[in-house]
Structure formats: C-alpha cells, structure tokens
C-alpha cells in the first residue's frame, strides 16, 4: 500500500511536470568570453611595456589587438541582445558583462583618440624651439635620429597649441636655480640619467626618463639651466620616444614641472637668509655665563 505521504509527493511530482534547460546564446557566451580575452591581453601589453621585457612594437601591436577583440565583443554583445528578446534564449548575463567590460577597457583609449583629434601631431615639447636643451646621454638612449629638434614646423604647432610654455628667468644665480630644478625632479621620482651642474661657461642640465600613468611609456625630459649676468634662465624639453602623437603628455609635463620649479624659487628668494653660524656662535659667547658655585 501506498502512504499518505508517498501519495502526496507522487502528486507533487506529477503537477510540477517536466523541466527543459533554456539554451545559451552563443552571441552572449562569445560576447563574454571575447571581453575577458581582451582585458587579459591588454594587461599583458601593458606589463610588456613598463617591465621592458620585449621591444615596444609587439607590445603596442598586442594593445590594439585586444582593443579589437573588446570591439567585436561589443557588437556580439547587441547580437545576443536581440536574440536573447526574439528567441528568449538564456545568457543575458555573458552578454551584459561582456559589454561593460569592453566598454570599461576602450573607455580611455577613446577618450586619448579624442583629445588627440584635438592636438597637433607633435611629440616634442620645449620651452626654447630656437635652441632646444639638448639629449646627451639620453640620445644614446633614444630610437635612432629622433634626438634632434624636428624644427620650425613642430615649433609653429607647439605655439598654437600650447601659447603659455615660456622659460623661466630669475635675478637668482644658476646654481641656486640648479638646485632648486634637481630638487624638483628628483621629488618626482623620475629616473635621472645625468646631472651637471652650471659652471663657468658651461649650463647646468639635467637628463631624467618620466613615465606615463598607465602605460609607462618612456619620454625623456631635460631641464637646462643658463647663467644669464648674474641672473639665471631655465628651459625644459619634453619629448616621447615613439609614435607620431603625444596625446598633450610632454606638454602637461613641462607646464607642471615649470610650475612647481617656479613655486620653489619664489619661495627660496623671499625666504630671509640663514644667519651665519659663527656669527650665532659670538653671540652666545657673548650671553653672560652663570657662575658656578664654589666648593
């Protein structure tokens, strides 16, 4: 004989019926997949890149790859939408996080294509396009024939672009200048490669390698200090190794740094002057000494 409770379950069994498994759409699932590929690809590039393991071309061929890849995972992404709605298939999710992880990993790529469309194709900075500060070391250092100023037509673009990139001059000596620009550039931990400092008949310069944020692209930066009577003048230039824009990155760069230099000086020029030590050492034998007591 059959249980009451054994009845009841057979009864429940027979009313539930039968259950089918939605099909995945393949859209969605290669949507997914594809988005993952192209985040691991790019961070694989962007380790190539600043850990300097293989040269840069393969690296930045290995970025625009997985650029295209986040593309295609994006229009896969629409595909399964649609059919996801006519079909009423299943694989919703891989499709939605296959779209907002690509749209994630081309978010700043467009937003560099954009102001680049808005920038001239110029990746050589410098305060002084008649006489740019020149790369001694870091000429060994750069692709080969990019270590020379590209010239008047760089020099146009850079003063439409970027009007207020002017050198620095001060009544300060060039030594004093000198170590307050060493200062700076050793504060922003950049790799300094080279520092002479001014001497007679000779201009103090220093050669440093920045990195960008993400990136970590390579431009090399020299900041050079002039004796100008008994004042002195400073000039930067700022120039990336590859490619035939800089996204605004040198020129950022230069504006920044001639900022934060400008800020130093003002404040060690109206600074009151140390007080000689041996003149602080007259002084206190000069102060009444208290007599010690006889025993």
């Known amino acids: 004989m059959v249980g009451p409770e054994e009845s009841v379950h057979g009864m429940r069994g027979m009313a539930r019926g039968p259950v089918f498994d939605v099909p995945m759409s393949r ?8 988005a993952w590929f192209a985040l691991a690809a790019a961070v ?8 300097g393991i293989l040269e840069i071309v393969p690296a930045l061929a290995t970025f625009a790859a997985a650029l295209i890849f986040a593309g295609l995972a994006i229009l896969l992404a629409f595909g399964g939408f649609v059919v996801i709605w006519r079909q009423g298939l299943a694989g919703l999710g891989r499709a939605i996080a296959g779209l907002l992880l690509s749209l994630t990993l081309l978010a700043y790529p467009g937003f560099l294509a954009y102001r680049a469309s808005k920038l001239p194709q110029i990746t050589d900075i410098t305060t002084d396009p008649g006489n740019p500060p020149r790369f001694a070391v870091l000429a060994r250092l750069r692709p080969r024939g990019s270590s020379a100023y590209p010239g008047a037509q760089t020099a146009a673009s850079q003063r439409k672009a970027y009007p207020d990139l002017d050198p620095l001059d001060y009544d300060a000596p060039a030594a004093t200048a000198y170590r307050i620009a060493l200062a700076i550039v050793t504060k922003r931990y950049w790799h300094i490669v080279d ?3 001014p001497a007679t008949r000779r201009d103090g310069v220093i050669e440093a390698v920045a990195r960008t944020l993400i990136m970590g692209f390579r431009d090399d930066v020299v900041v050079r200090v002039r004796a100008v009577g008994r004042g002195s003048r400073i000039d930067v230039r700022s120039a990336s190794r590859y490619g035939v824009t800089d996204f605004g990155t040198n020129a950022k760069r230069v504006a920044a740094l001639l900022a934060d230099i400008d800020d130093a000086m003002s404040t ?8 000689p030590k041996n003149e602080r050492k007259n002084e206190q034998n000069k102060r009444p000494q208290p007599k010690r007591p006889k025993r």
């Open 195 to 197: 520092a002479v400092p």
């Open 44 to 51: 694989f590039s962007i380790i190539i890149v600043r850990s």
């Open 27 to 34: 859209l969605a699932l290669w949507s997914g997949r594809l």
């Open 268 to 275: 060690a020029m109206t600074a009151p002057p140390p007080e």
